[in-house]
């Protein structure tokens, strides 16, 4: 199985902040890399699929990179509605894994 | 819009099953994969199955292989999960979602396995 490792695991930002997560994957996994939003009690919301292609209606201070092995998710500007949970997965072979979460707290 | 929504959670005994629906709308149905992911309190994400636009392909993650069977009905468009032989550790709230990169997802339904 693809091990999916995140860097933070948590997170202490302001409003305004520049913000990046990082995202490894234990064997390579090309472009097949999603990013997602998860609010308390709230379903998972889609920002980023294909390690850097915006899903419709995403804010485009959100931005996605990387290939093969290593990735990361950038807020470019934070906002108050971005304080959150963000998981990376990886969609390149079975069984399909997720990162443990970055846990995104407001300083 | 796309609109997904989970439906047939609730409280079983261990041993026991039970039968996810996912009624889909917004987009067509049967043009998409169509995935079942898992979160038990407080843990991540878990992919549990999916399953191609026809039918005709399924995979499921290894914990639920010969327990979890699923199935979509495109006349419906509704996307199922038929749980039998259910354990404690299959406690969680369940979403579907669609696409092969997981684009909507529903509201989720809550399973507790418990006696």
């Known amino acids: 199985d693809i091990q999916m490792t995140q860097s933070p695991s948590s997170l202490s930002a302001s409003v305004g902040d520049r913000v990046t997560i990082t995202c490894r994957a234990s064997?390579?996994?090309?472009?097949?890399l999603a990013w997602f939003q998860q609010k308390p009690g709230k379903a998972p919301k889609s920002l980023i699929y294909a390690a850097s292609s915006l899903q419709s209606g995403v804010p485009s201070r959100f931005s996605g990179s990387g290939s093969g092995t290593d990735f990361t998710l950038t807020i470019s500007s934070l906002q108050p509605e971005d304080f959150a949970t963000y998981y990376c997965?990886?969609?390149?072979?079975?069984?399909?894994?997720f990162g443990q979460g970055t846990r995104l707290e407001i300083k | 819009e796309v609109q997904l929504v989970e439906s047939g959670g609730g409280l079983v005994q261990p041993g026991g099953s039970l039968r996810l629906s996912c009624a889909a709308s917004?987009?067509?149905?049967?043009?998409?994969?169509m995935t079942w992911v898992r979160q038990a309190p407080g843990k991540r994400l878990e992919w549990v199955a999916n399953?191609?636009?026809?039918?005709?392909?399924?995979y499921y993650v290894d914990s639920v292989k010969g327990r979890f069977t699923i199935s979509r009905d495109n006349a419906k468009n509704s996307l199922y999960l038929q749980m039998n032989s259910l354990r404690a550790e299959d406690t969680a709230v369940y979403y579907c979602?669609?696409?092969?990169?997981?684009?909507?997802w529903g509201q989720g339904a809550l399973v507790t396995v418990s006696s």
């Open positions: 979602a669609n696409g092969i990169a997981f684009d909507s």
């Open positions: 997965q990886q969609y390149n072979s079975y069984p399909i894994t």
């Open positions: 917004g987009f067509t149905f049967s043009s998409y994969w």
């Open positions: 399953i191609n636009q026809d039918g005709s392909e399924k």
């Open positions: 064997q390579g996994i090309s472009n097949y």
